[in-house]
């Protein structure tokens, strides 16, 4: 079945630091989906991305998706307490159903 | 509060007892999604509905597993003859269903401690 795996599994980093999470399909998604679940909390949407090679921004926050369509990045520069998190990206299945398959997720923890 | 709403947020449950949850997605969100979620792992796909028709049910759905969603709107999600590999975080999400471009909007989860 379709499978989506992120890298780094855990991050520290140094306040001010930047920070990237890849995601990697098995196969070809209709769009990717961003979410930040904090510690405790539940996922929180943060960004959709749905043409190839696609840029978006959030403030400190870069989401890129692949030519390809099957993998995706999140890059935050200079990373603050705020940002600590576990980061998941979710593929929208393109098999004719409307689920999210959620990749591994990337622990994020930030140095103050 | 206009989100999603899941009952209860906790419960502990002795193995082999059967337990319910509720879950209250977004008024006139159409797509209504349980998952499963345990430490350090992301969100695995349980099963969706449209309206109230389950349209799709994971394989790691036992037969002891079953959801509905009776009029469209509020869904529960039955475990019968629980066991300790039950116990997570079970999360319901809901989105508008508005072709295949939008985003889920999930509940605070029911944490599930099977002793």
């Known amino acids: 079945g379709q499978q989506v795996m992120q890298i780094p599994q855990y991050q520290h980093v140094q306040e001010g630091e930047d920070f990237t999470t890849y995601c990697n399909s098995s196969?070809?998604?209709?769009?990717i989906q961003w979410y930040k679940q904090r510690p405790g909390g539940h996922p929180v949407f943060l960004i959709q991305?749905?043409?190839?090679?696609e840029v978006k921004k959030q403030k400190r926050l870069t989401f890129q998706f692949g030519e390809a369509k099957k993998n995706s990045s999140l890059h935050i520069t200079a990373t603050q307490t705020t940002d600590v998190g576990t980061y998941f990206c979710?593929?929208?299945?393109?098999?004719?159903?409307?689920?999210?398959?959620f990749g591994t997720g990337t622990r994020l923890k930030v140095l103050a | 509060d206009t989100g999603v709403s899941q009952d209860p947020r906790h419960k502990i449950t002795k193995r082999g007892q059967n337990v319910t949850f509720r879950c209250d997605p977004i008024?006139?969100?159409?797509?209504l999604y349980w998952y499963r979620q345990t430490l350090g792992q992301g969100p695995e796909f349980l099963t969706y509905f449209q309206n109230e028709a389950q349209l799709e049910k994971s394989r790691l759905l036992s037969d002891r597993f079953s959801a509905e969603r009776p009029k469209g709107s509020f869904s529960t999600l039955e475990i019968q003859r629980t066991e300790q590999g039950d116990s997570a975080m079970y999360l319901c999400?809901?989105?508008?269903?508005?072709?295949?471009?939008?985003?889920?909007?999930f509940g605070q989860g029911t944490r599930l401690t099977v002793v």
């Open positions: 991305l749905v043409k190839s090679g």
């Open positions: 979710a593929g929208f299945s393109t098999s004719g159903t409307y689920k999210y398959i």
């Open positions: 196969t070809t998604l209709s769009n």
């Open positions: 999400a809901s989105s508008p269903g508005q072709g295949l471009n939008t985003e889920a909007f």
């Open positions: 008024s006139e969100h159409n797509r």
